[in-house]
T-cell receptor
Framework: GAVVSQHPSRVICKSGTSVKIECRSL??????MFWYRQFPKQSLMLMAT?????????EQGVEKDKFLINHASLTLSTLTVTSAHPEDSSFYIC???????????FGSGTRLTVV | LAKTTQPISMDSYEGQEVNITCSHN???????ITWYQQFPSQGPRFIIQ???TKVTNEVASLFIPADRKSSTLSLPRVSLSDTAVYYC?????????????FGTGTRLQVTL
């Protein structure tokens, strides 16, 4: 149980375009999901907390107008990278919290490359 | 949230036991210690979680001393496929979601 599906696994986009990443909890409801970013050889950095039915809360230094988060249902959160630039190229990972199991389950990640 | 400190990297030969120690001096009473494994280009995968003393599952053991200021992840007889980054996290057990802070992790390299 407690499976989180993240799509796409990798995406290449042109500079200036937008990209949407989906995070779904497959067998449980997740009122709270988290979005992380990970650069090569570095640790995961929390970007934002996604709450179902309300606005996301962003960590300091993360542009909320650039990284749009929508959590419209208890099983789906989306991260849209708007007007992407090469410096946005990174590995994006979502995580969902469930009060059962061990609490936090992570998606498989999305490799974003902006060219 | 309690900060964790663990070695940046470790090397091991296949078949050996590997012990990775993590310090979390500021752990709170209701915090659990959780270890995750991450392979390149994948999300972290849960390995083991504990509160005190010893916890064992099919892949690892977790040793936590009485003061809970540190913990040791033990991987018995590692194989090449255990090459990964291992993260130690202190996770509040409040029943609600909390932000998790990832430290540097320990990059384990297993060779023949």
């Amino acid at each position: 149980g407690a499976v989180v599906s993240q799509h796409p696994s990798r995406v290449i986009c042109k500079s200036g375009t937008s990209v949407k990443i989906e995070c779904r909890s497959l067998d449980f409801q997740a009122t709270t999901m988290f979005w992380y970013r990970q650069f090569p050889k570095q640790s995961l950095m929390l970007m934002a907390t996604s709450n179902e039915g309300s606005k996301a809360t962003y960590e300091q230094g993360v542009e909320k107008d650039k990284f749009l988060i929508n959590h419209a249902s208890l099983t789906l959160s989306t991260l849209t990278v708007t007007s992407a630039h090469p410096e946005d190229s990174s590995f994006y990972i979502c995580s969902a919290f469930t009060s059962s199991n061990y609490g936090y389950t992570f998606g498989s990640g999305t490799r974003l490359t902006v060219v | 949230l309690a900060k964790t400190t663990q070695p940046i990297s470790m090397d091991s030969y296949e078949g050996q036991e590997v012990n990775i120690t993590c310090s979390h001096n500021n752990i709170a009473t209701n915090d659990y210690i959780t270890w995750y494994q991450q392979f390149p280009s994948q999300g972290p995968r849960f390995i083991i979680q504990g509160y005190k003393t010893k916890v064992t599952n099919e892949v690892a053991s977790l040793f936590i001393p009485a003061d809970r200021k540190s913990s040791t992840l033990s991987l018995p007889r590692v194989s090449l496929s255990d090459t990964a980054v291992y993260y130690c996290l202190v996770v509040p057990n409040t029943g609600t979601a909390s932000k998790l802070t990832f430290g540097t992790g320990t990059r384990l390299q297993v060779t023949l």
